[in-house]
């Protein structure tokens, strides 16, 4: 769905990912070190950040997509932010449908729109709340929100961006387990940049390994065990800490 050639990002003319070729048809995770470009590399596949090669999104080059086309397919959940405007969690969500809303905000939302939004805030459990200032809102709460407005994009691929950062371990797997839900109810896909290894393997058996702003390993994440690249990688041993989550996968 999703194949990058050679793509090289970065800020202020430094690249910080370096000729990236990747080919991605099911969800996958990133992990690797602080600043080894992750985060870098989900903006250049969102097409938030300009890039060098080529990226492509179910055979269009991402180049030649204006910015509205590539938000009805690309979604990014990123952490809690520090800073937003104090809405009900109703209007927060209906803020996904903006590139749904004819001529955008200046017409009043169809019933189609007030639907998904529904839908969504149904999905995370939070559609009794509708109506409740997103400020009142526990940190575990307000990711569900933020959830749902991305649901309510409609997109066909989310981009993860470390977002069970602040959150506690029931709403962190909450959280993983209703977005592998949402993966397997059509043609859609997740790539995620979690630190937590065992949340990653929760989204994926797949791992993209980063280091220096290049891919050091991709593969299964039983191979990347057997071969020590995490022990490498973050120069400590992983690998008893991976033991029981690729048990469930196995089962």
């Given at each position: 769905m999703i194949t990058l050639n050679n793509v090289s990002a970065g800020y202020g003319g430094c690249d910080i990912i370096k000729n990236i070729s990747l080919e991605i048809k099911k969800s996958l995770s990133i992990v690797g070190p602080n600043g080894c470009g992750k985060t870098t590399?989900?903006?250049?596949?969102?097409?938030?950040?300009?890039?060098k090669g080529e990226i492509i999104l179910k055979g269009k080059f991402l180049r030649d997509m204006s910015r509205s086309q590539i938000s009805l397919s690309i979604a990014m959940l990123s952490q809690q932010p520090q800073i937003y405007f104090s809405y009900s969690i109703f209007d927060t969500?209906?803020?996904g449908r903006y590139l749904h809303i004819k001529q955008g905000f200046s017409n009043a939302p169809a019933k189609k729109d007030k639907l998904a939004v529904e839908e969504a805030l149904k999905a995370v459990n939070l559609w009794g709340e509708k109506d409740k200032d997103i400020s009142k809102l526990s940190g575990g709460q307000l990711q569900r929100v933020f959830l749902a407005r991305t649901l309510a994009q409609e997109p066909s691929v989310i981009l993860l961006d470390e977002p069970t950062n602040h959150l506690d371990l029931?709403?962190?797997?909450?959280?993983?387990?209703?977005?592998?839900?949402?993966?397997?109810k059509g043609?859609?896909?997740i790539i995620g940049v979690l630190h937590d290894i065992n949340?990653?393997?929760?989204?994926?058996?797949?791992?993209?390994v980063?280091?220096?702003?290049?891919?050091?390993a991709n593969a299964d994440a039983d191979q990347i065990i057997k071969d020590g690249v995490l022990d490498k990688i973050?120069?400590?041993?992983?690998?008893?800490h991976m033991i029981n989550t690729l048990e469930k996968w196995r089962k």
């Open positions: 590399l989900l903006k250049a596949i969102a097409g938030i950040l300009p890039s969500v209906m803020m029931k709403c962190q797997i909450e959280l993983i387990d209703y977005l592998k839900k949402w993966e397997n043609n859609r896909l949340l990653a393997l929760s989204l994926s058996p797949q791992v993209v980063m280091e220096n702003g290049e891919i050091h973050y120069h400590m041993n992983v690998r008893n």
